[in-house]
C-alpha cells in the first residue's frame, strides 16, 4: 500500500523558514531527534509501569549512528513507536503536539516531567541538513504494522508500508551537500556530549554509551556523599580546580527545580570563565546562557540547572521572561545567602578560608539585591592588615573606641595597596588604629555601599590625609614655628615644588611624623577609581589631573632646618624632601628622577 499526500500547514512551505529563522545553530537537529527518541522511549516505559504496554520492555536505549558512503545519520530508539495513522497526525500536522496529548492521557499514572515532548517542530529540524527524511517504526500496540514516512524537503510526503519487526522509530537522514560537516564522527561525537550528556535514557554512539542517564541533580542530597559532588564537577568541568563548595538545589512547588550550583575558586576578576552554568530541561541542554535564570552576581558559579518550568520559545532556544523566570531568580539567590550564612554559622574557619574566593560573589551580591544584603551583612567579612577577619559588627565593636572622631561619627580605614601605602598604615598604626585591606576591583563600590547603609560610619583610604585628619579629634598640637616662619616655609616649597596641581600647606603635626605628607583627597580619589571601574558619568574623572595635598609638618626638625639654611639653599632642601616623599609613594619618574639621582650625590658628596 502506500499513500501520497501534503503536510498540513498554513504556509505553503514551512522548511525554508525552519532552516533559516528558527534554528539559528543547524546542529540543534541532532539535540531535537534524539530528544524524541528519548521521549519516545520515556512513553513505553512509563506504559509499562502502569500495565498499559505487557510486552516484553527490555533495556530500551537510544542508538545514533552515520553512515558516511550512504550520506546518512540514524537516529534509533524501542520506544512507543508510531502507526501510520499516528505518523499523519504527529508529523504532518505539525501545529499538533503528540508529548501534550499522551501527558494529558496518562498525567494521573506519572510523572509530567518526564516527557520531554517536542516531536513535531522539532522533527523538522532534520530538514536544517537533510535533503531527504525517512522514518521507519513500528507501534508498540499489538497487530500494529510497521510504516515508512518520505519527505524531499516540500509539502509532499509518502507512506508506504515497511519491514520493521521491533517496536520503535528510525529516523533516516539523507544529508544534503552543503551539511557534509555532519558525516565527521568526530562532529557528530561533539554534538551529542554537548546536548545529551545527561539525557535520562542510554544513547549510544560508535559501540559505546556517551551520556549519565543519572546525574546526582535527579537524586536526592542525602543519597550523596561530598565524593560524588566532586566526582560530578569534575565530569562537567575536567580542567577546573575543585570546587570551595557547592549548593543543592531542589523545589518542587510553585515551580519545578533541580541543580546543583558549585563556587569554583576565582580570583576577583568578573569576567574569568563566564557562562559556566549550565541549564537543562528535563535532561535536555538548553544553554549556558542563564543571565534572565541566575541573578547577575552568581554568574560566575559552576553548575547545573534543570527546570521544566523555564519558559523557552519554540526553538528551546532562548529564554521568554516571565513571572516564574523571577521566581526562579529569587529562589536561587534566597538558596545562596542561606547556604552561606549556614557555612558561617558551622564552619567559620573553613569559611575565613574561603573569603578571598568568595567575596567578590557576596559583595556584588550585597551591591545588586537588597534582600541578598540583609542576609550577608551578617556574614561578610573584613580584612584587617593584620589578616583577622571581622563581621561589619565585630568590626564596628574593636574600632568603636579608637577610632570615633569628634563629631561622633566612626571613622573606618582602608588601604589598598599595603606596600605602596606602607608608611601611612605604620602612621596610623603608631595611634592604635585599624586598617582594612579593600583592595578587589569591586571593593570602590562596597565602599559607597556601606557608607549608605551604615549609620554614622565612613571609610576613608589611609593615605587620603595625615594621620591626624584622617580622624579629627578635640585635640590641637601647637606648632613650633610662628606665622611668619610658617608662610615663610610654606613659600620655599611652593617655590621649590612649582605645581600648581600641589596644594601647599603647613601644620602642627607631631615631631616623629613624616616632614612632608603628599595625599590625593579622599574625594578625588573616589571619583577617579569609580571611572576606572566604569562608574558611567564618572568617566570624565579619568581625563582630569591629579590635585594633590602637600601638608608640611611645622614640628619637625628638617623643616626648621630649611628655614635657618642658607637662603640659596632652601629651595634645594625643600625640593629633596619633596621628592623623597613621591619617591616613597612611587610616584617619581622621568627627568624629575635623574634630577633627584644627581642631587642626592651631590648632597652625599658635600658631605
Given at each position: 500500500?502506500?499513500?501520497?499526500?501534503?503536510?498540513?500547514?498554513?504556509?505553503?512551505?514551512?522548511?525554508?523558514?525552519?532552516?533559516?529563522?528558527l534554528y539559528s545553530d543547524h546542529e540543534i537537529f541532532l539535540r531535537e531527534l534524539v530528544?524524541?527518541?528519548?521521549?519516545?522511549?520515556?512513553?513505553?516505559?512509563?506504559?509499562?509501569?502502569?500495565?498499559?504496554?505487557?510486552?516484553?520492555?527490555?533495556?530500551?536505549?537510544?542508538?545514533?549512528?552515520?553512515?558516511?558512503?550512504?550520506?546518512?545519520?540514524?537516529?534509533?530508539?524501542?520506544?512507543?513507536?508510531?502507526?501510520?495513522?499516528?505518523?499523519?497526525?504527529?508529523?504532518?500536522?505539525?501545529?499538533?503536539?503528540?508529548?501534550?496529548?499522551?501527558?494529558?492521557?496518562?498525567?494521573?499514572?506519572?510523572?509530567?516531567?518526564?516527557?520531554?515532548?517536542?516531536?513535531?517542530?522539532?522533527?523538522?529540524?532534520?530538514?536544517?541538513?537533510?535533503?531527504?527524511?525517512?522514518?521507519?517504526?513500528?507501534?508498540?500496540?499489538?497487530?500494529?504494522?510497521?510504516?515508512?514516512?518520505?519527505?524531499?524537503?516540500?509539502?509532499?510526503?509518502?507512506?508506504?508500508?515497511?519491514?520493521?519487526?521491533?517496536?520503535?522509530?528510525?529516523?533516516?537522514?539523507?544529508?544534503?551537500?552543503?551539511?557534509?560537516?555532519?558525516?565527521?564522527?568526530?562532529?557528530?561525537?561533539?554534538?551529542?556530549?554537548?546536548?545529551?550528556?545527561?539525557?535520562?535514557?542510554?544513547?549510544?554512539?560508535?559501540?559505546?554509551?556517551?551520556?549519565?542517564?543519572?546525574?546526582?541533580?535527579?537524586?536526592?542530597?542525602?543519597?550523596?556523599?561530598?565524593?560524588?559532588?566532586?566526582?560530578?564537577?569534575?565530569?562537567?568541568?575536567?580542567?577546573?580546580?575543585?570546587?570551595?563548595?557547592w549548593i543543592h538545589l531542589n523545589v518542587d512547588y510553585p515551580f519545578n527545580l533541580t541543580?546543583?550550583?558549585?563556587?569554583?575558586?576565582?580570583?576577583?576578576?568578573?569576567?574569568?570563565?563566564?557562562?559556566?552554568?549550565?541549564?537543562?530541561?528535563?535532561?535536555?541542554?538548553?544553554?549556558?546562557?542563564?543571565?534572565?535564570?541566575?541573578?547577575?552576581?552568581?554568574?560566575?558559579?559552576?553548575?547545573?540547572?534543570?527546570?521544566?518550568?523555564?519558559?523557552?520559545?519554540?526553538?528551546?532556544?532562548?529564554?521568554?521572561?516571565?513571572?516564574?523566570?523571577?521566581?526562579?531568580?529569587?529562589?536561587?539567590?534566597?538558596?545562596?545567602?542561606?547556604?552561606?550564612?549556614?557555612?558561617?554559622?558551622?564552619?567559620?574557619?573553613?569559611?575565613?578560608?574561603?573569603?578571598?574566593?568568595?567575596?567578590?560573589?557576596?559583595?556584588?551580591?550585597?551591591?545588586?539585591?537588597?534582600?541578598?544584603?540583609?542576609?550577608?551583612?551578617?556574614?561578610?567579612?573584613?580584612?584587617?592588615?593584620?589578616?583577622?577577619?571581622?563581621?561589619?559588627?565585630?568590626?564596628?565593636?574593636?574600632?568603636?573606641?579608637?577610632?570615633?572622631?569628634?563629631?561622633?561619627?566612626?571613622?573606618?580605614?582602608?588601604?589598598?595597596?599595603?606596600?605602596?601605602?606602607?608608611?601611612?598604615?605604620?602612621?596610623?598604626?603608631?595611634?592604635?588604629?585599624?586598617?582594612?585591606?579593600?583592595?578587589?576591583?569591586?571593593?570602590?563600590?562596597?565602599?559607597?555601599?556601606?557608607?549608605?547603609?551604615?549609620?554614622?560610619?565612613?571609610?576613608?583610604?589611609?593615605?587620603?590625609?595625615?594621620?591626624?585628619?584622617?580622624?579629627?579629634?578635640?585635640?590641637?598640637?601647637?606648632?613650633?614655628?610662628?606665622?611668619?616662619?610658617?608662610?615663610?616655609?610654606?613659600?620655599?616649597?611652593?617655590?621649590a615644588i612649582d605645581n600648581k596641581n600641589m596644594t601647599v600647606e603647613v601644620a602642627a603635626?607631631?615631631?616623629?611624623?613624616?616632614?612632608?605628607?603628599?595625599?590625593?583627597?579622599?574625594?578625588?580619589?573616589?571619583?577617579?577609581?569609580?571611572?576606572?571601574?566604569?562608574?558611567?558619568?564618572?568617566?570624565?574623572?579619568?581625563?582630569?589631573?591629579?590635585?594633590?595635598?602637600?601638608?608640611?609638618?611645622?614640628?619637625?626638625?628638617?623643616?626648621?632646618?630649611?628655614?635657618?639654611?642658607?637662603?640659596?639653599?632652601?629651595?634645594?632642601?625643600?625640593?629633596?624632601?619633596?621628592?623623597?616623599?613621591?619617591?616613597?609613594?612611587?610616584?617619581?619618574?622621568?627627568?624629575?628622577?635623574?634630577?633627584?639621582?644627581?642631587?642626592?650625590?651631590?648632597?652625599?658628596?658635600?658631605?
Open positions: 500500500m502506500e499513500e501520497r499526500g501534503s503536510i498540513s500547514i498554513h504556509t505553503e512551505n514551512i522548511f525554508p523558514i525552519i532552516k533559516k529563522f530528544s524524541n527518541a528519548v521521549d519516545a522511549t520515556q512513553k513505553i516505559k512509563r506504559l509499562a509501569a502502569i500495565g498499559e504496554y505487557k510486552g516484553d520492555l527490555g533495556e530500551p536505549k537510544v542508538t545514533v549512528s552515520v553512515d558516511k558512503d550512504a550520506r546518512t545519520i540514524t537516529i534509533a530508539d524501542q520506544g512507543i513507536g508510531m502507526t501510520a495513522d499516528e505518523i499523519k497526525k504527529y508529523i504532518n500536522q505539525i501545529a499538533f503536539s503528540g508529548a501534550e496529548e499522551f501527558v494529558e492521557r496518562f498525567k494521573e499514572a506519572g510523572d509530567r516531567s518526564q516527557i520531554i515532548g517536542q516531536f513535531g517542530l522539532g522533527f523538522y529540524s532534520a530538514f536544517m541538513v537533510a535533503d531527504r527524511v525517512e522514518i521507519i517504526t513500528k507501534s508498540y500496540q499489538e497487530g500494529a504494522e510497521a510504516a515508512r514516512w518520505s519527505c524531499d524537503g516540500s509539502t509532499e510526503f509518502a507512506i508506504t508500508s515497511a519491514d520493521k519487526e521491533t517496536r520503535g522509530t528510525n529516523v533516516i537522514l539523507h544529508i544534503a551537500s552543503d551539511s557534509e560537516e555532519f558525516l565527521e564522527t568526530a562532529r557528530v561525537k561533539t554534538i551529542l556530549d554537548k546536548y545529551c550528556k545527561f539525557l535520562p535514557v542510554p544513547v549510544e554512539f560508535e559501540g559505546e554509551v556517551i551520556n549519565n542517564p543519572n546525574p546526582i541533580w535527579t537524586k536526592q542530597p542525602s543519597e550523596l556523599t561530598d565524593e560524588d559532588y566532586k566526582n560530578f564537577y569534575k565530569e562537567l568541568y575536567p580542567f577546573s580546580e575543585a570546587p570551595l563548595f541543580g546543583i550550583l558549585y563556587f569554583p575558586k576565582i580570583k576577583n576578576d568578573f569576567e574569568l570563565q563566564r557562562n559556566k552554568i549550565q541549564l537543562y530541561s528535563r535532561q535536555v541542554f538548553i544553554t549556558d546562557e542563564v543571565k534572565d535564570v541566575v541573578p547577575e552576581f552568581l554568574m560566575l558559579l559552576h553548575g547545573v540547572i534543570d527546570s521544566p518550568d523555564i519558559p523557552l520559545n519554540v526553538s528551546r532556544s532562548f529564554l521568554q521572561a516571565d513571572s516564574s523566570v523571577k521566581k526562579i531568580n529569587t529562589y536561587i539567590t534566597k538558596k545562596v545567602a542561606d547556604k552561606l550564612a549556614e557555612i558561617f554559622r558551622k564552619d567559620r574557619e573553613t569559611f575565613e578560608k574561603n573569603w578571598n574566593d568568595i567575596n567578590v560573589f557576596v559583595k556584588y551580591g550585597m551591591l545588586s539585591d537588597d534582600k541578598f544584603y540583609e542576609k550577608a551583612k551578617d556574614f561578610v567579612l573584613l580584612e584587617s592588615i593584620d589578616n583577622k577577619y571581622y563581621t561589619i559588627e565585630e568590626y564596628k565593636a574593636l574600632t568603636q573606641a579608637s577610632q570615633t572622631d569628634k563629631n561622633g561619627n566612626l571613622v573606618l580605614l582602608y588601604t589598598t595597596d599595603a606596600d605602596k601605602q606602607h608608611a601611612f598604615i605604620e602612621a596610623a598604626q603608631n595611634r592604635s588604629y585599624d586598617v582594612l585591606k579593600l583592595d578587589s576591583l569591586i571593593d570602590s563600590h562596597f565602599i559607597g555601599m556601606l557608607e549608605q547603609k551604615l549609620e554614622k560610619t565612613t571609610l576613608k583610604r589611609v593615605d587620603s590625609d595625615t594621620t591626624d585628619k584622617l580622624i579629627e579629634k578635640d585635640e590641637n598640637k601647637e606648632s613650633v614655628l610662628n606665622d611668619k616662619e610658617k608662610e615663610s616655609l610654606k613659600g620655599i616649597y611652593e617655590t603635626m607631631s615631631p616623629d611624623d613624616a616632614p612632608l605628607v603628599i595625599t590625593l583627597p579622599e574625594f578625588m580619589r573616589r571619583m577617579k577609581d569609580m571611572s576606572k571601574a566604569g562608574g558611567g558619568g564618572m568617566m570624565f574623572m579619568g581625563d582630569m589631573p591629579d590635585m594633590y595635598n602637600v601638608t608640611i609638618n611645622a614640628n619637625h626638625s628638617l623643616n626648621q632646618r630649611i628655614l635657618n639654611a642658607k637662603e640659596d639653599n632652601k629651595a634645594r632642601i625643600a625640593r629633596q624632601a619633596f621628592d623623597l616623599a613621591l619617591l616613597s609613594q612611587n610616584m617619581l619618574s622621568g627627568a624629575a628622577l635623574t634630577s633627584f639621582v644627581k642631587r642626592s650625590f651631590e648632597l652625599i658628596d658635600k658631605e
